[in-house]
């Protein structure tokens, strides 16, 4: 949900921020701060959330050796939107601020299809890892049992 919130935020406010230099421009104005007002809120949301998911996801998923290349690929896409985010807010040099400006919106619009890839290889793997097992237990259950010794 709160990804949702971020994705459609940020990829709105594109929108509304090219459409500012028409003659209703006063309107995409506005809705163009309400969107980053909207966009900033959620960000601080999805702060918190990263904050969870790293002791517990990230770090169980980590020692479990599941979905590591996915998992890397998506802290380092969050790294960056943290990154320049606070590069967007704080930076006063302008081309600093485009280059963040232009690894922001890259990347953001790339998290939906990363987030996704993320989901299914894990859920792909969680299900070979349980085919596995039942296959295990199938081959013990079908063993004959042991005969008992005679000492």
Known sequence: MVISVLFLSGALWL???RLKQLSSGEMWS???TS???LHGAGAMVMLVLIGGLIPFHVRVGWRRKRNRTTGTVML???AALIVTAFGLYYAGAEPVRDWASTV???VGLAVPALLTIHI???RRRAHAV???RASS???QSSAPPPQPSRS
């Open 15 to 17: 929108l509304t921020d």
């Open 30 to 32: 506005r809705m163009s």
């Open 35 to 37: 969107l980053l007002m």
């Open 76 to 78: 380092a896409a969050n």
């Open 104 to 106: 922001h919106t890259g």
């Open 120 to 122: 299914v290889r894990g």
């Open 130 to 132: 349980e085919l596995e």
């Open 137 to 139: 237990l199938d081959q």
